[in-house]
């Protein structure tokens, strides 16, 4: 059995009851195979492998807030600090009822990769909580962020690991926790990104995931001789990353007919309304089904199968595993030339596979939406500096971060003869920068 066999099998059998670490490790140590072959006697030696798939340090701890009818209510708070050989931990909190231990494993583990390709020096984690912030008051989302951070705030700095917006955190939560940050620890520092205008937020950080997966799909399409003008755009999700996702494609000519939520999706033949859909998610949080008694022509059906629309592009912007092979095959049998991922690990591998088997261009999630997180480090930056950039400089920065993760990608799949497959290209080069730093490092 190789060495990678070896450590999958090990993180199967010592992480009991968490799927979505497992496909996360599995998707890495099978493109990482061909690196460790090379250098097998030195990995082994050192444990390299064994010391990548283990988080450096998981906190857990309970979230005892007050409900609007007086009643106590309990959550569970997470931070999961995976990987510190490039930087402070870096990477964001998620607050859904699904969170539990091992999706917040899957995403710091994703993490490390992610910002190792954005260039920048931050390392991996990732937190969050299973609070369901849908369907609550200002005042109950604020008591629950204070708790939260009455406890986090014992092991965050802007130094050590600075967390940010992930589902269902958004400006009105970082701005909640960035306020009992500040009066449990007496400090103004860049603690978080994501932050507001007013106090320290970068200009671009909301639109930068979106923004960066049009981006980096615009190379993509370059390097075949094609471009967003025209095309037909299909995206998941209607949140933070998928509005933008819709606004920067539709600029750059493309015209985007459906997105989505959990309940279900909208069509509509003539390109998405950005200030509809902004003025529903983004103002009054309400649900995409709206978005179709708002605009005339446009049809809402519920449940998942936006993969049934015929379209050239296809940005999943939602959640884990919500493209499975039945989808994969439908966006093949309509034509589907490009697949690139908005959300952390939306494909699952059988539909992954399938895919890259039938000649559509895929790019996986930690370099696909790694602009959000680049932009964060752009926003650490400028909070050391106490300085702000104009709009046009982060966006600048984050175009050109964007271009160099594709080049980086494509750059690693070539030199393993792998050309064109940039799930394999991302993860070798994001293991790259990682693997010197840690042996560079030490046992540690
Ligand atoms: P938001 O909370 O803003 O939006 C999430 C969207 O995904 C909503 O439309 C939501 O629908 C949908 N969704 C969430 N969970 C599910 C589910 N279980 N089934 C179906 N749909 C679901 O989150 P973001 O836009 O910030 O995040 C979206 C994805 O992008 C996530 O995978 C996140 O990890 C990833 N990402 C985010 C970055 C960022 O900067 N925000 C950076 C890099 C990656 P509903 O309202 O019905 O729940
Ligand atoms: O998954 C991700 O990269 C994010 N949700 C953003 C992380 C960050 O620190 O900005």
């Not at 390392?123 to 008591?143: Q, T």
């Not at 507001?196 to 981006?215: F, W």
């Not at 990353?241 to 003539?270: F, H, M, R, W």
Request: glycine fraction near 12%; hydrophobic fraction near 35%; include cysteine.
């Amino acid at each position: 059995m190789s060495y990678t066999e070896e450590v999958y099998e090990r993180v199967v059998k010592q992480n009991p009851g968490e799927p979505e670490f497992h496909q996360a490790v599995k998707e890495v140590l099978d493109s990482l195979k061909v690196v460790i072959d090379r250098n097998e006697e030195l990995y082994r030696k050192l444990s390299i492998l064994e010391r990548l798939v283990e988080p450096e340090r998981i906190i857990s701890f309970r979230v005892p807030w007050v409900d609007d009818n007086g009643v106590v209510q309990i959550n569970k708070g997470y931070r999961v600090q995976f990987n510190s050989a490039i930087g402070p931990y870096k990477g964001a909190l998620r607050f859904h009822p699904t969170v539990n231990q091992g999706i917040l494993k899957f995403l710091g583990f994703e993490q490390i990769f992610k910002n190792s390709l954005t260039g920048l020096p931050i390392g991996g984690g990732k937190g969050g909580s299973n609070f369901d912030p849908k369907g609550k008051s200002d005042r109950e989302v604020m008591a629950f962020c204070q708790s939260f951070m009455t406890e986090l705030c014992k092991y965050i700095g802007a130094d050590t690991d600075v967390p940010a917006g992930d589902i269902g955190v958004g400006g009105r939560e970082i701005g909640f926790l960035f306020g009992q940050y500040k009066r449990i620890r007496g400090l103004y520092e860049g603690v978080l990104t994501g932050k507001g205008l007013t106090y320290g937020g970068s200009l671009i950080r909301t639109q930068a995931t979106g923004y960066g997966v049009v981006y980096i799909t615009d190379e993509i399409l370059k390097a075949h001789g094609d471009s967003f003008e025209g095309k037909t755009v299909v995206v998941t999700g209607s949140g933070n990353v998928a509005i933008y996702a819709v606004e920067k494609a539709t600029q750059l000519g493309a015209k985007v007919v459906s997105v989505n939520d959990s309940n279900g999706y909208v069509y509509d033949p003539n390109g998405i309304d950005i200030a509809v859909l902004k003025d529903i998610k983004e103002v009054k949080r309400g649900r995409i089904k709206e978005y179709a008694e708002r605009v005339p022509g446009s049809t809402y059906t519920e449940g998942t199968g936006s993969w049934t629309i015929k379209c050239d592009i296809y940005l999943p912007c939602a959640t884990q595993n919500e493209l499975p092979l039945e989808g994969a095959k439908a966006l093949v049998a309509n034509g589907c030339k490009y697949v690139s991922e908005g959300a952390n690990m939306p494909t699952t591998l059988e539909a992954t596979g399938y895919l890259q088997e039938n000649g559509v261009v895929f790019m996986p999630g930690k370099a696909a939406n790694a602009g959000g997180v680049a932009t964060s480090a752009l926003e650490m930056s400028q909070n050391s500096m106490r300085l702000s950039w104009s709009a046009e400089e982060v966006d600048a920065k984050l175009h050109d971060i964007m271009k160099n993760i594709f080049r980086k990608v494509d750059d690693a799949a070539k030199r393993y003869d792998m050309e064109g497959n940039y799930v394999v290209g991302a993860n070798i080069a994001g293991f790259e920068k990682v693997v010197e730093a840690m042996i560079a490092q030490g046992i540690c």
